[in-house]
């Protein structure tokens, strides 16, 4: 499809880049992407199998998890089609409805990630402060009003984002920058005023993500103050210990979207390179290294997993 720069209109496809340079050996690229998304959706899916059939693995905690794994399932495959349509078969046309509904999606599980991040350093908190009445703050009810207040907010937020997008008119070139839609990669190409979707998708970024990541490091402050207030020092290490995984996932999330942030407002003269790198990042890190951090951190969940493999070898003999 080739560029129109005169006429206002609402383009039928779009068209998404896959790595700048590194075309001619895309399709080897895509074999390590598929191995990670593989490495997703598994060990995602295998977290929440243990979870759900082992009893003592139904603590607030391994709760948290689940939802999070849940959203990275739902991340990974809002993407999985069309990434590996584009490295794999150089497909690279997307309808533009449905580059909005995918971006829809991807916004919507981002968002949930972040609230489920913050609901789980609270539950960090409430373990390490007041670890006696641990399990009467975090009751069932209230876990499952939190995992519905962060679908519920990320809905909210997101349905006007499409609705901003097809009040447009696009007239520039049709080409992304990634090889998955993302609001403001697909907002860049339209011409006319997008001031209202600037501002609202500055305010949506600091209302979710924002707000957020502002209360998981007060509760981090709170969590260190309390560590510091233990007298034992091995005490100290075992409370700290229990939040690393947790820590680890926060970064591993943050970090990409961060800059991912920071160079779609302000990387204007940035390499197309670092773009592609970023958004990959952001898209594939969290869903892949979730899974290893906890299974590979929590003695808990590898414990559980060895004995679901040892059942399952039990039954085949």
Wanted: hydrophobic share 50%.
């Amino acid at each position: 499809m080739g560029p129109i720069n005169s006429s206002w209109f609402q383009p039928p496809t779009l068209l998404l880049t896959g790595i700048p340079g590194l075309e001619a050996v895309q399709i080897w690229i895509s074999i390590p992407l598929c191995v990670m998304y593989l490495i997703a959706l598994l060990g995602n899916c295998i977290i929440l199998f243990v979870i759900k059939n082992t009893s003592s693995l139904h603590d607030p905690q391994y709760i948290f998890l689940s939802m999070l794994a849940t959203t990275d399932v739902g991340l990974s495959l809002s993407t999985l089609p069309m990434v590996l349509s584009v490295f794999l078969l150089n497909h690279r046309e997307i309808e533009f409805h449905s580059c909005l509904t995918q971006m829809f999606f991807i916004h919507i599980f981002s968002s949930m990630e972040s609230a489920i991040l913050l609901a789980m350093a609270f539950d960090r908190f409430v373990a390490i402060r007041n670890p006696l009445h641990y399990t009467v703050v975090l009751t069932s009810p209230r876990i499952m009003g939190m995992g519905i207040a962060a679908m519920v907010r990320a809905v909210v937020l997101m349905v006007p984002l499409r609705i901003l997008l097809k009040r447009l008119s696009f007239c520039r070139d049709v080409i992304l920058s990634h090889c998955y839609c993302y609001h403001p990669d697909v907002m860049k190409l339209a011409c006319g005023p997008v001031r209202v979707n600037i501002i609202y998708g500055l305010s949506l970024v600091l209302c979710s993500f924002g707000v957020d990541s502002v209360f998981i490091v007060i509760s981090y402050i709170l969590i260190l103050k309390t560590v510091l207030g233990i007298a034992s020092e091995d005490g100290q290490l075992r409370a700290l210990n229990t939040c690393i995984s947790h820590i680890f996932t926060v970064c591993i999330f943050y970090v990409p979207l961060i800059v991912l942030a920071l160079i779609h407002r302000f990387g204007t003269f940035t390499s197309p390179l670092l773009h592609v790198t970023m958004a990959n990042l952001f898209l594939f890190l969290t869903p892949v290294l979730n899974p290893l951090v906890y299974s590979l951190k929590t003695k808990q969940i590898r414990s559980a997993v060895h004995k679901v493999l040892r059942a399952r070898r039990n039954l085949l003999k």
